[in-house]
């Protein structure tokens, strides 16, 4: 197995600047093993359709999701115009800092997308993923840095935030209502794009 986020220092995939008003996230993006996901992305953060959107729901010990133009959590369009697939694969899992697609249900991506914020794995998780097909080195890494393995293989993952993990906390830390909106907010300025 090829696990490009423990070995971020070989990966040259493109590169995602998330501008936010709490400060810059950084991303490394897979394209190889999640290339629509990926190109996506790239092609609507390069038209701006991700400037001036909040991150419309924010759960601490979670996650901190965006992407929805009309602010709702219902909205936004990939660059198809149409929902894509899935491309789940074995080299990629929703660990701390991981860019993964939101969706509602298999195969409905669109814009939307979320960074993983959980820093700590519940020991309960420990033994149910033994008893899956994940790899030791994967167990390992999601006991050691955090993450949501109960996403894997639901939510496409396409990225690994290489610094700036420090602004996702913040963000997480925010006040929230009782949807899970930040009371204030939380802002993408812009996202660059470099490949």
């Known amino acids: ?18 501008k936010t008003n709490y400060g810059d996230i950084e991303i490394r993006l897979f394209p190889e093993q999640a290339p629509m996901a990926v190109e996506n992305f790239t092609k609507l953060a390069e038209v701006g359709y991700y400037d001036q959107i909040n991150f419309h729901r924010v759960i ?26 899935d491309e789940f694969s074995d080299d990629l899992y929703n660990f701390r800092g991981a860019l993964s697609m939101a969706n509602a ?9 979320f960074i993983v914020q959980n820093k700590h794995l519940a020991d309960n998780l420990i033994e149910p993923m033994k008893k899956s097909k994940f790899a030791s080195e994967v167990i390992d890494a999601y006991k050691n840095n955090g993450g949501t ?44 794009i470099y490949k």
Do not use: C
Not at 1 to 17: C, F, H, R, S, T
């Open 1 to 18: 197995m090829n696990y490009p986020q423990l070995n971020l220092d070989e990966e040259n995939g493109p590169l995602a600047i998330i």
């Open 60 to 85: 601490k010990d979670f996650m901190i999701q965006s992407g929805d133009p009309t602010d709702t959590g219902a909205g936004g369009e990939s660059i198809w115009n149409q929902p894509f697939d």
């Open 105 to 113: 249900g298999p195969n409905t991506n669109g814009s939307q997308f």
């Open 149 to 192: 393995p109960w996403l894997d293989f639901r939510h496409t993952v396409f990225g690994q935030t290489i610094k700036g993990i420090d602004v996702v906390d913040k963000i997480a830390d925010v006040e929230v209502d009782n949807n899970d909106r930040p009371v204030s907010e939380v802002l993408i300025n812009k996202i660059e």
